[in-house]
């Protein structure tokens, strides 16, 4: 049987292609990364690479026994609340050890004009008060939470476009990939007059310039939180994460 240690990095965010590249150098370590199958054209796609769900907590502890997974890295995407509990709970089951990389999220500014909002649905109830056009930046799986605002305008900015099926608000669809430069933020939110901006506070760099724009345009933002998570060990970058991996190598 090899020696070597299996480790499971839930990723579907640039942290976790990092950290599962960097991992992978560490001689005696085997990286699977999973993805949930959610973006059609993930980046960073290798041959260790298992794409869809588990089947919830029983699935994946399943997996981790199956596959006899010794270290489990939780990188998804900050507001993956749901995968992230389940993967604390599958962990304790199979009794090994469990890190959530959790990306810091943005803070308020002095110029900032944040209006802070719980869930989607509580962002959609305020818009119609707040401003006609608005920038929508919170994923394609969300914009139906909006959709039933008939009389607004929205530009919607997703990697992939809805299903066919999906309800969308009225607007503008707008398919790209980040990271966005404060520049074309900028012109974007002038180019369509846009009155205020949704979007998750997901942190990070590659989304903030329009954080920024809105900043200096006077541009109310309408903040999604993040939902609790579960207890656990916990990192803010990926050298913290290669610390505590490499601590329970030895």
């Known amino acids: 049987m090899s020696d070597r240690k299996r480790v499971l990095i839930l990723g579907g965010t640039g942290d976790a292609r990092e950290l599962a590249a960097r ?24 041959n260790n690479t298992r794409i869809g769900g588990f089947g919830g907590v029983a699935g994946l502890t399943d997996y981790l026994r199956e596959q006899q997974i010794d270290l489990l890295i939780d990188a998804t995407h900050p507001f993956a609340a749901q995968i992230s509990f389940n ?100 012109s974007l939110l002038r180019q369509y007059k846009i009155g205020a901006i949704v979007s998750k506070n997901s ?8 954080i920024i724009a809105a900043r200096e345009l006077a541009i109310p933002v309408v903040m999604i939180q993040r939902s609790p998570l579960p207890p656990g060990d916990t990192v803010s970058d990926v050298e913290s994460a290669l610390a505590w991996l490499k601590n329970r190598l030895l």
Do not use: C, N
Not at 23 to 46: C, D, F, K, N, Y
Not at 126 to 150: M, V
Not at 203 to 210: C, H, I, R, S, V
């Open 23 to 46: 991992t992978a150098e560490i001689l005696g370590v085997e990286v699977i990364t999973s993805l949930a199958g959610r973006t059609r054209q993930p980046m960073g796609i290798s």
């Open 87 to 186: 993967a604390a709970t599958a962990a304790a089951a199979a009794d090994i050890p469990h890190l959530m990389l959790i990306r810091p999220a943005w803070e308020r500014t002095e110029g900032d004009r944040w209006i802070e909002a719980d869930t989607h649905e509580a962002a959609a109830a305020i818009l119609s008060d707040l401003a006609q056009r608005i920038f929508l930046t919170i994923g394609r799986q969300e914009l139906a939470a909006f959709a039933h605002l008939q009389d607004l305008w929205f530009l919607m900015r997703t990697i992939d476009p809805p299903l066919p099926e999906a309800a969308v608000p009225p607007g503008k669809l707008l398919l790209e990939r980040g990271p966005f430069s404060l520049d074309r933020e900028r």
């Open 203 to 210: 942190g990070g760099d590659a989304t903030y310039a329009k």
